[in-house]
């Protein structure tokens, strides 16, 4: 499969939980606080190099992945290299939102299953505390059949993209180095058409 077939599919499967995240939010009530990029900030963040592989197309696409591996070596910050810092307390935003990962489209708005096979909202202290009233309803509503988007489902999709891909999980900013990676390996000995072009 190409890199740009993979990356459709990959596309194609955000806008899916984009969809089935906004409406949850709607119904819930939940969102993140504005400016609020506490969760951006944490150390142990992991990802899959797939669920990046748009992003490291998109700077492909406009030169940008060589000079990105470079900045990712260099970085002594286990945090995620796209995050925006604003401020020192928590504040900030995605340097490339529209890339983000599939883990950052989850948090937040969907669930993991406990040992008991109970869906529990996997969401941060700032929401459950600050929006405690629509988190308790929430999480009420959700024994009742309210449907949340699931992190097991959504990467078990995302693994049938490519599984290899897929199933490797690495801190975020190794996930991220792994994918620019592999698309820059896929075009050493291929001509591509648009490179150069600067895509939005």
């Known amino acids: 499969m190409t890199i740009e077939r993979k990356v459709r599919l990959v596309e194609n499967l955000f806008s899916k939980l984009e969809q089935e995240t906004v409406q949850f939010g709607k119904t819930s009530g939940l969102?993140?606080?504005?400016?609020?990029?506490?969760?951006?900030?944490?150390?142990t963040i992991e990802a899959s190099?797939?669920?990046?592989?748009p992003w490291a197309f998109y700077l492909f696409?406009?030169?940008e992945a060589e000079k990105t591996i470079v900045k990712l070596?260099?970085?002594?910050?286990s945090?995620?290299?796209i995050y925006k810092p604003l401020s020192i307390i928590d504040q900030g935003?995605?340097?490339?939102y529209k890339y983000r990962g599939l883990i950052c489209r989850l948090f937040g708005f969907a669930a993991n299953t406990d040992k008991y096979g109970n869906l529990r909202l996997a969401t941060c202290k700032i929401i459950?505390?600050?929006?405690?009233?629509?988190?308790s309803s929430t999480t009420e509503a959700m024994t009742k059949g309210l449907y949340v988007p699931v992190f097991t489902a959504y990467y078990m999709q995302l693994n049938q993209i490519d599984f290899n891909l897929g199933n490797i999980i690495?801190?975020?900013?190794k996930a991220l180095k792994m994918a620019l990676e592999e698309v820059l390996k896929y075009y050493a000995y291929r001509p591509f058409l648009h490179l150069g072009k600067k895509c939005g």
């Open 31 to 43: 969102s993140c606080v504005a400016g609020c990029g506490k969760c951006c900030t944490y150390p």
């Open 49 to 53: 190099p797939l669920e990046f592989l």
């Open 61 to 63: 696409l406009n030169g």
């Open 73 to 77: 070596n260099k970085t002594q910050s």
């Open 79 to 81: 945090t995620c290299l």
């Open 93 to 96: 935003s995605c340097g490339n």
């Open 128 to 135: 459950k505390e600050g929006q405690a009233e629509n988190y």
């Open 170 to 173: 690495l801190p975020i900013n």
